[in-house]
């Protein structure tokens, strides 16, 4: 007499009220309780008010002090609460929270499309904004939302920011000059260029610059060779192809209308590659020629370098090898120094047009 029976195997355990209300808890209605019964892991409201119901008595606290919440039926007492609690299948109890968890993201989902959770402020605020951004942050900038975005396009935002970054003393090209500024085409391109000579931090990315690249620039090949000098050094002037098939997304970040002519850069897939012989070399016209290999290597008397230039008629597609007797061949030996100057490089010079 007094002993708690073992349930059978496969029967679940019940936790009954007079267990809670008598001071009967064992360890077996908590550590070693059967999973299947409350799949979720979480114990049942009702049990979990029976508990909370003792453990106050014990302490000492009146009954109606006690949250009951009328157990989970609003039925007389927590036993009885418990009992019908108990009888739920668990397949029933696991398909209405999953029903209750859909509704509130479903809800959620609605409350976030109809944007009741941000304010959008007027163009003159991110417009005032944008006369303490820093140049190197104006990319994170644009992306904060659309407004701040049409800031950046704006005349006036690239007009301020030429004279809070001009130095008296700088010496700039006509075209870079302050009483240029007042024209629109080109507006942005002619900011952002002598920005590599007044600001400090985009010049002292042009000086860490080595004068023979780690690894070899693979960003000019399949370009268009649209200029071509040299007086020991080699100028080449090449013109990216652009991909034929746009991004959506891209076309979608077009600038408006009224600042299309700000925006217009005329060398804007354009760079120049420069390479300095000690020697005078002659080399055949490429001029109008798709570039298609760029190598560095030692050069023969092993204290320089040799560069080797192929250019062809047509684009070579990914994967194809060429053969030694297509195209034209220039090899530059020996080789002092190999740079490659972006259209913004105070080196590159840029459209008389622009």
Same mark, same amino acid.
């Not at 009951?68 to 418990?82: M, N, R």
């Given at each position: 007499?007094?002993?708690?029976?073992?349930?059978k195997?496969?029967?679940?355990?019940?936790?009954?009220?007079?267990?809670?209300?008598?001071?009967?808890?064992t360890?077996?209605?908590?550590?070693n309780?059967?999973?299947a019964?409350?799949?979720?892991?979480?114990?049942?409201?009702?049990?979990?008010?029976?508990v909370?119901q003792?453990?106050?008595?014990?302490?000492?606290?009146e009954?109606?002090?006690v949250?009951?919440?009328?157990?989970?039926?609003?039925?007389?007492?927590?036993c009885?609460?418990?009992?019908?609690?108990?009888?739920?299948?668990?397949?029933?109890?696991?398909t209405?929270e999953?029903?209750?968890?859909?509704?509130?993201?479903?809800?959620?989902?609605?409350?976030?499309?109809?944007?009741?959770?941000?304010?959008?402020y007027?163009?003159? +605020?991110?417009?005032?904004?944008?006369?303490?951004i820093?140049?190197?942050?104006i990319v994170?900038f644009?992306?904060?939302?659309?407004?701040?975005? +049409?800031v950046?396009?704006t005349?006036?935002?690239?007009?301020?920011?030429?004279?809070?970054?001009?130095?008296?003393?700088?010496?700039?090209?006509?075209?870079?000059?302050?009483?240029s500024?007042?024209?629109l085409?080109?507006?942005?391109?002619?900011?952002?260029?002598?920005?590599?000579h007044?600001?400090?931090?985009?010049?002292?990315?042009?000086?860490?610059?080595?004068?023979i690249?780690?690894?070899?620039?693979?960003?000019?090949?399949?370009?268009?060779?649209?200029?071509?000098?040299?007086?020991?050094?080699?100028?080449?002037?090449?013109?990216?192809?652009?991909?034929?098939?746009?991004?959506?997304?891209?076309?979608?970040l077009?600038?408006p209308?009224?600042?299309?002519?700000?925006?217009?850069?005329?060398?804007q897939?354009?760079?120049?590659l420069q390479?300095?012989?000690?020697?005078?070399?002659?080399?055949?016209?490429?001029?109008?020629?798709?570039?298609?290999?760029f190598?560095?290597?030692?050069?023969?008397?092993?204290r320089h370098?040799?560069?080797?230039?192929?250019?062809?008629?047509?684009p070579?597609?990914?994967?194809?090898?060429l053969?030694?007797?297509?195209?034209?061949?220039? +090899?530059?030996?020996?080789?002092?120094?190999?740079?490659?100057?972006?259209?913004?490089h105070?080196?590159?010079?840029?459209?008389?047009?622009?």
């Amino acid at each position: 007499p007094g002993a708690v029976a073992m349930p059978k195997r496969g029967k679940r355990l019940k936790f009954r009220a007079h267990n809670a209300c008598s001071g009967q808890m064992t360890v077996v209605d908590y550590a070693n309780s059967d999973p299947a019964v409350v799949k979720s892991g979480r114990v049942k409201k009702a049990v979990a008010n029976t508990v909370q119901q003792e453990v106050k008595s014990l302490c000492g606290l009146e009954a109606s002090q006690v949250p009951a919440e009328e157990a989970l039926s609003g039925v007389g007492g927590p036993c009885d609460a418990i009992d019908s609690s108990d009888e739920m299948d668990v397949q029933e109890e696991t398909t209405w929270e999953r029903t209750i968890s859909r509704k509130k993201k479903s809800k959620r989902h609605k409350e976030d499309l109809d944007g009741a959770g941000g304010e959008e402020y007027p163009m003159d +605020i991110w417009l005032l904004l944008a006369s303490y951004i820093r140049p190197e942050d104006i990319v994170n900038f644009s992306l904060i939302c659309k407004n701040a975005w +049409i800031v950046t396009c704006t005349a006036a935002f690239w007009t301020r920011l030429y004279r809070r970054h001009y130095i008296l003393d700088a010496s700039l090209p006509l075209r870079l000059g302050p009483e240029s500024m007042e024209k629109l085409h080109c507006l942005r391109a002619c900011v952002i260029r002598p920005l590599y000579h007044m600001y400090e931090p985009f010049a002292a990315r042009i000086s860490k610059n080595p004068a023979i690249p780690e690894s070899t620039p693979s960003t000019l090949k399949n370009s268009k060779c649209l200029l071509f000098w040299c007086r020991k050094i080699f100028n080449f002037k090449f013109k990216k192809q652009s991909p034929r098939l746009k991004n959506k997304c891209m076309e979608r970040l077009q600038p408006p209308i009224q600042y299309e002519d700000v925006h217009t850069n005329l060398d804007q897939d354009c760079c120049l590659l420069q390479v300095t012989t000690l020697n005078f070399i002659f080399i055949p016209i490429v001029m109008g020629m798709i570039f298609t290999l760029f190598t560095i290597d030692v050069s023969m008397d092993m204290r320089h370098h040799q560069v080797r230039l192929v250019f062809q008629d047509s684009p070579v597609r990914g994967g194809w090898n060429l053969r030694s007797e297509q195209g034209v061949q220039v +090899i530059l030996d020996p080789v002092h120094s190999v740079r490659l100057f972006d259209w913004w490089h105070p080196q590159n010079p840029f459209s008389l047009r622009a």
